[in-house]
């Protein structure tokens, strides 16, 4: 085999390669590097957004006071999509006790989902008697109008304004559905 060839199929790691299908490996490697440039957005992405209505809250300048949906918020929903890496992927940056409380150490998937906690982000505990329904909608929907003087990294999940480095395919979307906001309102309300 020669050298840039077996470098080729190294770098590659298509076996079909080594075997003498130059061709097939080609086509491998493009649909890896493809899969690599494919947009992939949250699992709750839409590109619908649901209008709002901004009030002042009581502990925080900024509330949004009124249901994004009709339906109201599902605590057992929300308390899955807060722990989802896919969602609302809260887990990633804070710490909440209801959900480590889920986690099986007996099972590996169970740790995974439940069992990994970030410290990037205030703990959650106790979130739901610090702020009203209305404030917590905000700080799902959009944190850095409810914490206008902190430097947050948490992301809007319902707004597309203040977006930056958005990829090609993710780009005039939402992060989360208005009921999935709705489902971790109603979850983090609960944590009181």
């Known amino acids: 085999m020669k050298p840039a060839i077996r470098n080729i199929c190294i770098g590659v790691a298509a076996c079909a390669f080594a075997a003498g299908s130059a061709s097939s490996a080609r086509a491998q490697e493009r649909t890896q590097i493809k899969k690599v440039q494919t947009a992939r957005c949250s699992a709750g992405a839409t590109t619908r957004l649901v209008r709002y209505k901004v009030e002042r809250g009581e502990a925080l300048p900024a509330a949004i006071p009124k249901a994004l949906t009709r339906k109201p918020g599902d605590e057992a929903k929300g308390l899955e999509a807060a722990a989802d890496p896919g969602k609302g992927n809260c887990l990633a940056c804070h710490s909440i006790a ?10 590996p998937q169970s740790v995974r989902t439940y069992g990994n906690h970030g410290e990037v982000g205030p703990p959650l505990n106790g979130v739901g008697g610090r702020y009203s329904q209305g404030e917590l909608r905000m700080i799902i929907v959009d944190p850095k109008l409810a914490f206008p003087d902190a430097d947050t990294v948490m992301p809007a999940y319902h707004a597309r304004n203040g977006l930056t480095d958005v990829i090609a395919g993710c780009r005039n979307r939402v992060m989360l559905r208005a009921q999935t906001v709705e489902d971790i309102v109603a979850f ?5």
């Open 188 to 192: 983090l309300e609960a944590l009181k």
């Open 98 to 107: 209801k959900i480590l409380a889920k986690a099986d150490k007996s099972d």
